[in-house]
């Protein structure tokens, strides 16, 4: 009997280490008390059940704590226990009442530690055929079809109430090549919040004008401010290989040194308006190798304009635009949208959620390191673009467009389709 009894705290204890019994502050159970016969009866009746094996041995007294654990396993099974062991259950519930709420305490808190890291983040499966009559950097005709999938990982860890530790781990599959990459750290950061003011430092994510030309990271310090009109500042290195095929190309014909990188900027909801500016500063001498930027040139100075006016619940428009005080040429960049439902804002959550959009966009290779438009830089002409959220945590997206290159005024064409699972 008494084996059987030790077998069935084996089986209670199992639910945390073995080494956490040595540290529970409660006294033992004296060997002549009740509690030890009303958990063998219920361990005779199954109502707890042992492990088959000889982990626990010999005839010793366990805690109170110990003997907690068994109650409560005995608990999770009350319905389907009979009425006599129902009322030992009850008996020994409040015999140990105490130690009961304790070890509610503790596993609520080992669920909390549990809920320190958020586990998070999307597969991208993407279709891309850019169409060029000829390219300012590739210098010939380009065609290209391909088809990616792109893994991304973005775990967060919480350190208290007010930092966090965020992270964004990307990693590619070819298909044409059936090759992967090997995942690469782009994002790195600590986050602190405090009211309606938010602190970062590592390698952070731009959060300014990642649409007409900052889709991209850096690393330094930002400090956002505010909440209705939320203002933000960037200060660290960029590096200009993150950017564009125009920004890739520069930093090839240079040293290769990375950018100090300064940024100001606000955005704003007032009612159906949503407003923005922000300004752009950039050191770097292989600014001049790009196109039309000028001899010598070794400095970026873009200032940015936006503003979205909504008709109604359905129908938004939209204009975007940027421009280069330091660059001689294709300087500017500006893009014009009419967009129906959810064209922008859209919920991959939201089953049947949709929405469409119509522009017309003219991207200056040198206001920017990375638009975010399927347009690539240095081109103009019509982008139209279809999402649809087809089941949970999953959209698929079209877009198409066709226009003209900057540079030479050459026909241009692309197409794009996307599906994209969030977990």
Request: overall charge neutral; some cysteine.
């Amino acid at each position: 009997m008494r084996t059987k009894f030790m077998l069935a705290l084996g089986a209670a204890c199992a639910i945390s280490p073995a080494a956490y019994a040595a540290q529970n502050p409660f006294a033992d159970v004296p060997k002549e008390h009740w509690a030890y016969d009303a958990v063998e009866q219920l361990s005779e009746d199954g109502v707890i059940e042992g492990y088959g094996d000889d982990t626990y041995r010999g005839d010793r007294t366990i805690t109170r704590f110990e003997m907690a654990q068994l109650v409560a396993r005995a608990m999770s099974k009350e319905e389907a226990a009979s009425a006599q062991d129902k009322a030992l259950i009850e008996k020994l519930s409040r015999e140990f009442e105490g130690e009961l709420k304790n070890l509610g305490l503790r596993v609520e808190q080992l669920e909390k530690n549990a809920d320190k890291v958020i586990w998070k983040g999307k597969v991208r499966i993407d279709y891309s055929s850019p169409r060029y009559e000829h390219t300012p950097v590739h210098g010939k005709d380009y065609k290209k079809n391909d088809i990616s999938t792109l893994f991304r990982f973005e775990p967060m860890g919480i350190i208290n109430d007010h930092w966090t530790v965020r992270t964004r781990i990307n990693a590619y599959l070819n298909y044409d090549t059936d090759t992967t990459t090997t995942p690469q750290l782009k994002r790195l950061w600590a986050e602190g919040k405090y009211g309606d003011n938010v602190y970062r430092i590592g390698r952070i994510p731009v959060n300014l004008d990642s649409d007409i030309m900052f889709d991209t990271q850096f690393s330094g310090v930002q400090v956002q401010a505010g909440k209705k009109t939320q203002w933000i500042f960037n200060a660290g290195r960029f590096n200009l290989n993150e950017g564009n095929d125009y920004f890739r190309y520069a930093n090839n014909k240079s040293e290769k040194d990375p950018s100090n990188y300064y940024a100001a900027g606000f955005t704003g909801n007032y009612g159906k308006l949503f407003v923005g500016a922000a300004y752009h500063y950039l050191t770097n001498s292989a600014l001049a190798y790009l196109p039309g930027y000028g001899a010598g040139k070794d400095t970026l100075r873009t200032a940015t304009a936006k503003g979205t006016y909504h008709f109604d619940k359905n129908i938004a428009f939209q204009v975007n635009y940027g421009y280069n005080f330091a660059s001689e040429d294709y300087n500017n960049s500006w893009s014009t949208v009419v967009g129906y439902k959810e064209f922008e804002n859209y919920s991959a959550k939201n089953v049947g959620e949709w929405g469409l959009y119509l522009a017309y966009r003219s991207i200056g290779q040198n206001v920017g390191p990375k638009p975010t438009y399927t347009m690539d830089a240095g081109t103009k002409g019509i982008e139209a673009g279809f999402i649809y959220t087809i089941m949970p945590n999953t959209f698929f997206q079209l877009k198409a467009a066709r226009g003209k290159t900057l540079i030479g005024n050459d026909d241009y064409s692309e197409y794009f389709a996307r599906f994209e699972f969030h977990y």
